[in-house]
């Protein structure tokens, strides 16, 4: 993180920022973490395309890595919001989502988007990871 991204000690952005993008891959506020939407990526950045299962797991993947710097995880996650491009895909996503989510206790919204371009699934998340102390 550079110091043009550090608003205070509690309020900064996460993660390396796509320099054609206008915002973070998330920004912490506080003991809050809020997530922009992810998409499928493997470890390199590079998308995955694939089955609305697939693609729903490597997504959260794709989350967990995002928080993973500040020390939180999946369990962490409280709010999830995700973008489907077909809501006929629902029913395996859902799926999906409970093999990936674990046991992290959270709510959640479901949409159909259609500005979801080039993957089937995007989702945004905040994460409740109090900061340490004296950070």
């Given at each position: 993180?550079?110091?043009?991204?550090?608003?205070?000690?509690?309020?900064?952005?996460?993660?390396?920022?796509?320099?054609?993008?206008?915002?973070?891959?998330?920004?912490?506020?506080?003991?809050?973490?809020?997530?922009?939407?992810?998409?499928?990526?493997?470890?390199?950045?590079?998308?995955?395309?694939?089955?609305?299962?697939?693609?729903?797991?490597?997504?959260?993947?794709?989350?967990?890595?995002?928080?993973?710097?500040?020390?939180?995880?999946?369990?962490?996650?409280?709010?999830?919001?995700?973008?489907?491009?077909?809501?006929?895909?629902?029913?395996?996503?859902?799926?999906?989502?409970?093999?990936?989510?674990?046991?992290a206790v959270l709510a959640r919204t479901t949409v159909e988007a259609k500005a979801?371009?080039?993957?089937?699934?995007?989702?945004?998340?905040?994460?409740?990871?109090?900061?340490?102390?004296?950070?």
């Amino acid at each position: 993180m550079s110091d043009s991204t550090r608003k205070s000690a509690s309020h900064y952005a996460i993660g390396k920022k796509n320099p054609n993008l206008p915002f973070h891959p998330a920004v912490r506020a506080g003991d809050f973490i809020f997530v922009s939407g992810q998409v499928p990526k493997d470890e390199n950045n590079n998308m995955i395309s694939g089955t609305i299962e697939e693609e729903t797991l490597a997504t959260l993947k794709t989350i967990a890595r995002v928080i993973a710097d500040e020390g939180a995880t999946l369990s962490d996650v409280v709010r999830i919001t995700t973008y489907l491009e077909d809501t006929r895909d629902f029913g395996r996503y859902n799926k999906a989502f409970l093999e990936g989510i674990g046991d992290a206790v959270l709510a959640r919204t479901t949409v159909e988007a259609k500005a979801v371009i080039n993957t089937k699934i995007e989702m945004d998340a905040i994460v409740y990871k109090p900061l340490p102390a004296g950070k």
